[in-house]
Antibody, heavy 121, light 105 residues
């Protein structure tokens, strides 16, 4: 069965970086990209970006441009999201999601369990 | 960027009720509209993709409709497990979510 398993919770100081991993299994990894979505506690969902499985294509939310890097490793079927220059309002649960992209549809069909990133001095 | 606006922001209903949630896009998004359900402490779950296609395994009481700028998610007969927060999401351009609709008893 399709599974996305994310790395554990992180506590970081303002200005630091965090790298969250998302290990995929149960499907042909190269056929699907990965999106990253975050959720500030008690608030809504914010899409952060998307990367194709072969690393050839990325697309990021404008407000994070320059602070976020997304990569994938096809040999380990793992996707990574690194966020730099952390601020307190980056405190959130970060989710990875398998992304179906076709001519007729584009959606997130399987999600990781979420990784809480806390930014605090 | 395309803005997605859901209404209502919260909704009180009872088991057995028929419920409709609306999502409006700030410009036409064709049918690139998806719906997710999220329960507290859990990851979102895909319900509907491409405006009206039911994701495998999702009960048939959930349905979606619309095209262009106006979309609806309908739950035909609410079950206890349906009380959750629902989000619409567009994928026509840079992906974005609506602000959510909390469905309460």
């Amino acid at each position: 069965q399709v599974q996305l398993v994310q790395s554990g919770a992180e506590v970081k100081k303002p200005g630091a970086s965090v790298k969250v991993s998302c290990k995929a299994s149960g499907y042909n990894y190269i056929n699907y990209g990965i999106s990253w979505v975050r959720q500030v506690p008690g608030q809504g969902l914010e899409w952060l970006g998307w990367i194709s499985a072969d690393n050839s294509n990325t697309n990021f939310a404008q407000r994070l441009q320059g602070r976020v890097t997304m990569t994938t490793d096809t040999s380990t079927t793992t996707a990574y999201m690194e966020l730099r220059s952390l601020k307190s309002d980056d405190t959130a649960v970060y989710y990875c999601a398998r992304t179906v992209v076709s001519a007729a549809a584009d959606y997130f069909d399987y999600w990781g369990q979420g990784t809480l990133v806390t930014v605090s001095s | 960027d395309i803005q997605m606006t859901q209404s209502p922001s919260s909704l009180s209903a009872s088991v057995g009720d028929r419920v409709t949630i609306t999502c409006r896009a700030s410009q036409s998004i064709s049918n690139y509209l998806n719906w997710y359900q999220q329960k507290p402490g859990k990851a979102p779950k895909l319900l509907i993709y491409a405006a009206s296609s039911l994701q495998s395994g999702v009960p048939s009481r959930f349905s979606g409709s619309g095209s262009g700028t106006d979309f609806t998610l309908t739950i035909s007969s609410l079950q206890p497990e349906d009380f959750a927060t629902y989000y619409c999401q567009q994928s026509y351009s840079t992906r974005s979510f609506g602000q959510g609709t909390k469905l309460e008893i």
